[in-house]
């Protein structure tokens, strides 16, 4: 019957192979992660005594990385587990939950910073700007090598990326914590380190937006970012033999794996089973849509008469279903 997304993600855009096995991905996230743990722990202590809001907002900044590594590697051990019981599509969903989290967590902690940045921008206290200008540059370094470990894995899938953005922020904060130092070195301007704080809050705040809105459409049912339904109704229903669609859901199972259901009916007389292969094979070719579930029927004769004033039955008739959802695509009287 019809094919079960088990592809996934097949013909993302993303420029590695399809090969990489979930595996290479853990292994190269832990990699990051114990990166980052190590150098989170030097950086607490450094900025404690360097006195350093940056380098203490990067620190926590990377504690949030760390556990956003954490939550995606859980999240893929969860996702690989088998279909069973009363979670028929597995924890498939664990990866957006995580995804969800960390885009929450970068908001809640670029929220704390901002507070913080802004009551050293009114009484800036003393900065050891050698140390915080030592410790950044450190810092730009494993950020850099925990970026690329991270972006070695899959980053089409949402938990990935939410990984991803996270120490990627990371990074940019330490380049502008580097910036700050430098300036509190050669100018002793305090206030260097909270506007430093400040542009990396607005950066995480927009990593954190992207984040939230990706996996709360998925959680949303919302139809894949890439795809029109209503155009997609319109072009299943120009397809020969097609009279109507609706009942057309398209939703998001997990990043990269979408999923179709609706209601077809043919033209009496019509091959449904010629229908529904020629349908499910657009829907995979043009959509990448491969877990479908297609209902084929034969469209009553009266849908192919056109209403006249005041007959009610052809009119009941027509909308064949007691209530249908969203949008009825029908043929159009010129198609042949």
Known sequence: MSGHGHEHGAGDHSGHSHGVSADADRRWLGLA??????????????????????????????????????????AMRLAARPARGGFTYGLKRAEILSAQAN???????????????????IAPPQVEGGLMLATALTGIVVNVAATYCI??????SLNVEGAYQHVLNDLFAFIGTAIAALVVVLTGFERADPIATLVVVALMAKAAYGLLRDSGRIFLEAA???VDPDALGDRLVARPGVVEVHDLHVWQITSGQAALSAHVLVEPGGDCHAVRRDLEEVLRHDYR???????VDHAPEQVLQVALPGDRSTADDAAHCDAPHGPVHREEPHHH
């Open 33 to 74: 992660l114990g990166l980052i743990t190590v150098f989170m722990a030097a950086e607490v202590a450094v900025g404690i005594v360097a006195g350093s809001l940056a380098l203490l907002s990067d620190a926590a900044h990377m504690l949030t990385d760390a556990a956003s590594i954490v939550l995606a590697l859980i």
């Open 103 to 121: 885009g929450l967590t970068l908001f809640l902690l670029g929220g704390w910073l901002a507070y913080e940045a802004v009551r050293r921008l």
């Open 151 to 156: 972006s070695k894995a899959n980053r089409t």
């Open 224 to 226: 894949p970012a890439d």
């Open 289 to 295: 849509i491969t877990h479908t579930t297609l209902q």
